[in-house]
């Protein structure tokens, strides 16, 4: 039976550390000059009904260096756009394509394609998680610091989807999370209930609390896509909920900064916290590719 990767629970520890450790053996033999062909004659569809330069460039990239090819699918172009059920299109481009990457608006829509697909379903972003950036995130630290345990990981700002993912990878590796979010803008109730069975992850209405001795410092935008009708509302809100130098100065002395990209700078992150020494959000955004192309050899190959 094919196998998904629709939000972290699709994979164990054990699972996501190979996958972690093939993105590293990936990485180094591209250094060296070019990955083998492993996904040779393979299609993968990327599905996408929001904007993306780095999940969509990255998968495209991805494929072609492991000898494959990808076809990006504006989902407003599709049939699909003008009413054709998800479950046709599902089982129709399962005829064609050899895996797909959606990017929806809700989660449900993955949910129901993956119900019809004959063929691997990765999830590229909802408005529920973002489980591929995680990865890539987990990777980033991990090549620095060696290992996650006893890590503390505090991530500042809106309890969106980059939130929950985080959530989910506290229950897989042992460091510890805190989030700091505005009341009413916590993660999931559900995703950390369930989270919370299995991790202490701790939520807190302060920012400062969260960064103290923080190794990771992490945010995301106030706004995500399809939070725009709040943007006014939200600016506000988050106003204190910046990763600024008050943040850095009570975190760790050599602690990592890292956000998912795209950035509002002087909102969720001041451009000179962006810019600074601490910041690898370059090769966090680069592991992206690397990390992608394990899961995608795990998936497709
Ligand atoms: N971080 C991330 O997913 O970026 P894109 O929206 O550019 O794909
Ligand atoms: N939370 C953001 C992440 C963008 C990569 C959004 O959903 O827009």
Redesign the pocket.
Known sequence: MERDLISLQDFNRWEIEALLKRASQLKEELQRGHNKPTLAAKTLGLLFEK??????VSFQVGMVQLGGSSLFLNASDLQLGRGEPISDTARVLSRYLDGVVLRTVSHQTILEFARYATIPVING?SDLF?PC?ILADLFTILEVKGTMCGIKVAYVGDGNNVANSWVEAATKFPFQLTLACPKGYGPDKEIMKAANELASIELTTDAEEAAADADVLYTDVWVSMGDEAQEQKRRRIFKRYQLNDKLLEVAKNDVLVLH???AHREEEITSKVLEGHFSIILNQAENRLHVQKAVLEALLG
């Open positions: 904007a993306s330069t780095r999940t969509r972003l973002h950036q998912c990209l795209p």
